[in-house]
């Protein structure tokens, strides 16, 4: 059993930036996936970033203006968002897949682009 803890997210205005964190307890493994999700009022869940072993994906609205990165010893995923637009306004979801069979998903924390 895993347990995801978001934390980070808050108002920003457009064109700032953000760190979000999450940090996992549990046993994770370097081999698992991490990433975030995000879901908008009314919207789909959609693929934010993921990274195992040191590679990286990212969904093509925000590619080029967010980084994901992990620090294994601490079992904490990070985002940092830059370049913030009112449309990333949404809940950011942590999400991890163990061993290549469970999925565990994170409470979210939101994160709002508004001036």
């Known amino acids: 059993q895993v347990q995801l803890v978001e934390s980070g997210g808050g108002l920003v205005q457009p064109g700032g930036s953000l760190r979000l964190s999450c940090a996992a307890s549990g046993s994770i493994f370097s081999s698992d996936v991490m990433g975030w999700y995000r879901q908008a009022p009314g919207k789909q869940r959609e693929f934010v970033a993921n990274?195992?072993?040191?590679?990286?994906y990212y969904g093509d609205s925000v590619k080029g203006r967010f980084t994901i990165s992990r620090d294994n010893a601490k079992n904490t995923v990070y985002l940092q968002m830059d370049s913030l637009k009112p449309e990333d306004t949404a809940v950011y979801y942590c999400w991890v897949w163990v061993q290549w069979k469970d999925h565990y998903w994170g409470q979210g924390t939101q994160v709002t682009v508004s001036s």
């Open positions: 990274i195992v072993n040191d590679f990286t």
